[in-house]
Nanobody, 117 residues
């Protein structure tokens, strides 16, 4: 089992910045990739960014050049630096860990990000 604990959400004005953190514990040796997803009210959960254990990074087009995912392997923590925030970035942000043995997706509890105009 993998446990994920998120922190760093909050309320910010448009143009501002926030940094989300996600600390993993448990069977972390089984994790191949971690990432962030978000879900706005009335919308489906969507990918924001992912990073593999090998360091391969993928950002959604909607956040490229504004958001940056990174990881600290020593702390088993993944970060999402969010700059130039827009009201449309308002959502609950979920941390995800994808394990490969056995294959399973783990999710954090979610953290609210609200961007005011």
């Amino acid at each position: 089992q993998v446990q994920l604990v998120e922190s760093g959400g909050g309320l910010v004005q448009a143009g501002g910045s926030l940094r989300l953190s996600c600390a993993a514990s448990g069977s972390i040796f089984s994790i191949n990739a971690m990432g962030w997803y978000r879900q706005a009210p009335g919308k489906q959960r969507e990918l924001v960014a992912t990073i593999t254990s090998g360091g391969r990074i993928n950002h959604a087009d909607s956040v490229k050049d504004r958001f940056t995912i990174s990881r600290d392997n020593a702390k088993n923590t993944v970060y999402l630096q969010m700059n130039s925030l827009k009201p449309e970035d308002t959502a609950v942000y979920y941390c995800n860990a994808r394990a490969v043995f056995p294959p399973k997706d783990y999710w954090g509890q979610g953290t609210q990000v609200t961007v005011s105009s």
